[in-house]
């Protein structure tokens, strides 16, 4: 048989058409397996596998959600700026003569409350989304996903981070504006001052892990949280500026964290005349043993923190 084009000139014969038809059946079977094939080598360009989104993106998704989820909160924004600089402003104000009012004591002053709102922000912001996460059941739905629980731990710890650092730094510079003087000691101040900022909000995670596994209401947490973080402020001599404050075994602001923490930063950006100021006795904590200390508390509260968010958050049940 020949086949004839609308003409009625000759093309080809029966046998080459038969060899076009499978040429073109075979080149398009050909493109249809390779294209399959390429998608089973690639399956994130259709579906995108979970099993395969690594550590360090699950931590940068859970730190923008939590990021997204702690912007729209009026009161964490005023937690984190307003309270630590209205708390310094008013003990100026009010509990310190003016002629006492030099740039070492308004330096000292600004990292304690400085210290006290990066605490603050730190525990009500972790301490409430942790308990309202529990309480609404987010972790059973997060247990049936491939979701490494140290990646939530991290992108929780992150985002309050991101609140704490900015919160601790409007008030140093709020004090320095009022008149403070930092006189750091030398290249290692300034980092030895963040590393106590981060190790001190690690501390306060952990502590607000603990609460919200003992508080499971979110609606009081917040507050509660609050409470034991002006209790602390205040048993401790506001956060060890004023160790006469304390009848008896005033050697402690050496050793608890949130007064250790801001004696650290206070020895390392000041150049006050420590006893004269009250700062002393207590010895300042000027060793590497009591940053060594600080961070040993950081290290044990951290490996609490993940056991607390494996065995009780992402338990399987």
Known sequence: MLIAD??????????????????????????????????????????????????THQVGAFTQRYLRSLSRSKLILALAIAWPVAWYLLTMEFFIPSEEQVGAIKANNA?????????TVTVAVFAGAFAGDLESGRFRMLRSLPISPTADLTG????????????????????????????????LSIPVAFLT????????????????????????????????????????????????????????????????????QIFYLTDADFAHWGLTPPAMPDGIEHLGLLVGYGLVLLVASVVVMQRVAYRRE
């Not at 990292?111 to 605490?119: E, K, N, Q, R, V």
């Not at 929780?156 to 000691?185: D, E, K, N, Q």
């Open 6 to 55: 609308s003409s009625g000139d000759q093309v080809c014969n029966d046998v080459q058409w038969l060899l076009y038809l499978i040429f073109r059946a075979e080149f398009y079977g050909y493109m249809f397996t390779t294209m399959v094939r390429l998608i089973g080598e690639r399956p994130s360009l259709v579906y995108p596998n979970p099993t395969t989104v690594r550590w």
């Open 111 to 119: 990292i304690s409350f400085g210290l006290f709102g990066a605490f």
């Open 156 to 187: 929780r710890f992150l985002a309050g981070l991101a609140i704490a650092v900015p919160s601790f730094l409007v008030t140093i510079g709020a004090g320095y504006v009022h008149g403070a003087t930092y006189s750091p000691r030398g290249l």
């Open 197 to 264: 900022l981060f190790v001190f909000c690690l501390i306060a995670m952990a502590l607000s892990m603990g609460l919200a596994v003992l508080i499971t209401k979110p609606e009081y947490i917040t507050t509660l949280a609050v409470v034991i973080v002006i209790m602390s402020f205040f048993l401790t001599g506001f956060n060890g500026v004023q160790p006469a404050m304390l009848a008896e075994n005033q050697a402690l602001v050496n050793y608890v964290p949130n007064a250790l923490a801001a004696r650290v």
